[in-house]
């Protein structure tokens, strides 16, 4: 396992696909995370069990399918 963060793309009310990024969040002055980090990161897709309402989350590289 790699330690990253999910960084959440809202803006004015518009949502936007998480993103995970590798390492520790770098604070920025002028928006709450340095933007280069989000740019090498990985889309995360959520699933969610219908019975039990459990979530689990992947990034997986945008060439390898998501296999459960």
Do not use: N
């Amino acid at each position: 396992m790699e330690i990253g963060f999910a960084a959440d793309g809202r803006h004015r009310g518009a949502f936007a696909q998480s993103i995970w990024c590798e390492g520790e969040p770098e604070k920025s002055i002028w928006v709450g995370i340095k933007t280069r980090q989000t740019q090498a990161g990985l889309l995360v897709t959520t699933f969610r069990c219908p019975a039990c309402g459990y979530l689990e989350s992947y990034a997986p590289p945008p060439e390898t399918p998501i296999q459960l």
